[in-house]
């Protein structure tokens, strides 16, 4: 009885915050003979409330369906948690990214319990690994422009800001080709690094 006396509501899932749900009157003319409006709008705010529930209803019960029901592809990449670089000398190696670039040491990460000597170093909430291991990369005929070779990407802040750095320090660098705000230069194993500005 309820529906012949209000006009019909549309739900609509509000894709920024899916569990908002909107309702929306598809009657131009509502029917307003029947009910007052203040309870007609009551019924409405119950019918929107029912609707929100059933919606969060529905979003838990997906958030806790088994891991059979999702995509097999799916197993949940999260982030890039850290990345490994090789380095022939760990302590020109943490001159080079902690005096020039400033990165600093992450001490939880564990030193001594590998094999080899290195340090985990803080790039935003991810990590470089430095590794005092044999390179199999080459040193030389490496092309010039780091954007042609295997490379880090890190973003910063200011791409000018950094290109001041380098040129104080007297390290070589070249700028994006494709023209945005990027600058890629090398540390000491010849290992390519590039650093992009992003809106942060």
Known sequence: MASLLNPPLTLLQNKLNPGCVLAVSTSATPNKKFQPSSTRRSHRRCLLMRAKMSAETDMLAKDSVGTDTVDDNDFGVVS???VGILCENLEMSLDFYQNILGLEINEARPHDKLPYRGAWLWVGSEMIHLMELPN???LTGRPEHGGRDRHTCIAIRDVSKLKAILDKAGI?????????PAIFTRDPDTNALEFTQVDA
């Open 172 to 180: 070589p660098y070249t700028l994006s080709r494709s023209g945005r």
């Open 136 to 138: 199999p990369d080459p």
């Open 80 to 82: 890039m948690h850290h």
